[in-house]
């Protein structure tokens, strides 16, 4: 049978599901929002401040993710070449340099992704999802085939949590928030009020706020400074005791509810693989 990229017994299919992984979605968007050219890109090609094309964008990113996660090779590959296509015909100005670079600028989709996957392994590892040290390099290294996707050379990604943590602190003084890009703390406030969410969603609209200052306190210090924002310890141990305390209050939930179509699909195909 075809699994795509990962399958039974990869840590992806592991991690993926769990519901507190939401948080490391906004985590991840977050993060990509201090690389300027990847959130130039992103505001000069959509209406950031539409609440409809926001939700919009982060659905099909939901999407894309899933599809990457479980889908099959020819589902993979479908959306990656959609992706990429996109992304190589936009264009965005650079007003430091006055520079026009396309949205595929590999400096950029390589920060995208290194946020994506740090994000979901902090946050996953935070909240008490069970992974050792082991897991968590093979986390990294399976994500290099979701790197391939957009257009990335697997050899020019970290495969390991030490070469994730040394990229991002080689990249680290060239971000910043653009300024002229309107804060994603009080953007996120406000639509999350009025999220257009689909009918399936709905139950999450009450607590999308606190989601958003949840992702915002799972951020690296030095993130949340560039945000503008308070970098305490204190506010560590908060987002920390606040992932572990959410992740099992929904380990609560029977598995046929907590976990999401795909996701119970691949916790069955593991445990028939294991038998």
């Known amino acids: 049978m075809d699994h795509g990229l990962f399958g039974p017994g990869s840590v992806t299919w592991r991690v993926m599901g ?26 000069q ?14 659905l099909r990113t939901t999407e894309f993710v899933r599809v990457r996660t479980y889908g099959t090779s020819a589902e993979v590959a479908e959306a990656g070449a959609r992706v990429r296509k996109i992304h190589s015909r936009l264009t965005a100005l650079d007003p430091d340099t006055g520079e026009r670079f396309r949205l595929d600028d590999p400096g950029a989709l390589l920060w ?3 946020g994506e996957v740090d994000s979901y ?5 935070r909240a008490g999802v069970r992974l050792s040290d082991e897991d968590a390099d093979r986390f990294v290294d399976e994500w ?3 790197a391939e996707v957009v257009g990335l050379r697997p050899d020019d990604v970290p495969g390991s949590v030490g070469e994730m943590r040394d990229y991002v602190q080689s990249v680290r003084p060239g971000l910043y928030f653009a300024p002229e890009v309107p804060h994603p703390l009080r953007q996120s406030l406000s639509q999350s009020l009025n999220a257009p969410l689909p009918t399936y969603l709905l139950p999450l609209k009450p607590v999308i706020p606190m989601l958003t200052v949840l992702a915002f306190a799972t951020l690296p210090r030095w993130a949340r400074r560039l945000y503008g924002l308070p ?7 908060w ?28 916790r069955r195909v593991t445990a028939e693989r294991a038998a």
């Open 45 to 58: 090609n959509s209406a950031l401040m539409d609440p409809s094309e926001a939700w919009s964008r982060f």
């Open 239 to 266: 987002a920390t005791a606040t992932l572990k305390g959410l992740h099992a209050g929904i380990g609560l939930v029977p598995a046929p509810v907590r976990y999401a179509p795909d996701a119970r699909r691949a």
């Open 18 to 43: 769990e519901p507190i992984l939401l948080v490391g979605g906004f985590r991840a968007l977050l993060m990509q929002g201090l690389h300027p050219r990847a959130m130039r890109g992103v505001a």
């Open 144 to 146: 290099r085939r979701a």
């Open 121 to 125: 392994l902090s946050v996953a590892r």
């Open 231 to 237: 970098a305490t310890p204190l506010g560590d141990l």
């Open 112 to 114: 995208v992704h290194v």
